[in-house]
Every structure is written in C-alpha cells, then in structure tokens.
C-alpha cells in the first residue's frame, strides 16, 4: 500500500479536524438557535396571557361601571402587568389583522382611562359614554379571543365569568351590553 508523505498526511489532518471544527459550530450554532426560538415563543406566549389577563381586568372595571351606571373610581382598575414594549412584542408575533384588533381595543382602553380622569369617579356616564363602553368592552373581548392560541389558553367568554354574579343591576350580558354577546 502506497504511503502518503508527510506533508500531504499533514494537510489531510488539517482538513478534516478544520472540517469537524466546522462542524461542531454548525451543529451548536443550530442547537442554540433553536433553543432560543424556544425561549422566544413562551415569553411571547406568557407575554400574551399577561394581555388576556389585563383585558379581563379591563372588562371586569366596564362591567361594574356599566352596572353602576357610572365612570368607576381609580381603585376599581388594577395597574396593568403588561408594558408598552410586552405589548409591541406581542403586536409583532401576532397576524396583522390579529394585531389591529387587539391594538385597537388597547388603544380605545386608554382612550376610557383618559375620559374617566377628565370626568371623575361615580360621574354618571352619558348615553354616548355607555355606547363607548359597550363597544370597547367587546373590543377587549375579540382581543382575549385573538390571544388565546399565543398564551395557549382556551379562550373563556367573559359571559362564563363570575363577575356577573358580582353586579347587582345587569346581571346579563344582554343587559350589560346590549346584546346577548360581543
């Protein structure tokens, strides 16, 4: 059997640990990235659960105003867990007609928080300011909806709540809305 000379032993060697140097970076940098991918998609997942809980907090201060027949005293409404950039990270996961709805109702949330300031606590709401509300508070509901598959939680209408149970003058969603859902 022929013998290879040294130096073409040499470049062999070099050749293949460089090949399996190569190699093994591959194979890590492609480990890490899929584990980061991981990582990316449950913090948007938790990101979005954190969302559906705040609209459900939301819903929960519309319900009793729109019972109450008035704009709801600060207390009623729990600080937001998520922030702006949780929220703009969800936005950009999401599928855009997703992302509008749940944008929007975010949007017209903070719009409500704004008029109840500018009105006062235990203010009666207006008719236009009930419309306002009802339509929000359904907006909030397609927004948990869209959410649900992210946070991979099934989605609970909020007619299945036990915040119903807590109102004492529209104790249906009918009532509470309008209509018998959103």
């Given amino acids: 059997m022929p013998t290879l000379d040294q130096g073409w032993a040499a470049l062999l060697g070099a050749v293949a640990g460089g090949l399996f140097a190569f190699l093994a970076t591959y194979v890590t940098l492609v480990k890490n990235g899929r584990a980061q991918r991981k990582r990316d998609r449950a913090l948007d997942s938790a990101t979005a659960l954190v969302i559906q809980d705040d609209f459900l907090h939301y819903q929960a201060t519309l319900a009793h105003a729109l019972d ?18 949780d929220r703009k990270r969800v936005w950009a996961v999401l599928p855009n007609h997703q992302t509008e709805v749940v944008a929007g109702a975010q949007g017209w949330m903070s719009i409500l928080i704004q008029r109840r300031t500018a009105r006062g606590t235990g ?60």
């Fill in 68 to 85: 109450d027949g008035c704009w709801w005293d600060p207390v009623q409404l729990l600080e937001p867990q998520a922030t702006v950039k």
């Fill in 123 to 182: 203010t009666p709401l207006t008719p236009a300011e009930e419309r306002r509300i009802q339509t929000v508070f359904c907006e909030l509901e397609r927004s948990r909806e869209a959410l649900h598959t992210l946070a991979g939680r099934p989605f609970k209408p909020f007619a299945e709540s036990d915040v119903l149970d807590e109102l004492t003058n529209r104790t249906t969603m009918q009532a509470l809305i309008g209509k018998p859902s959103c």
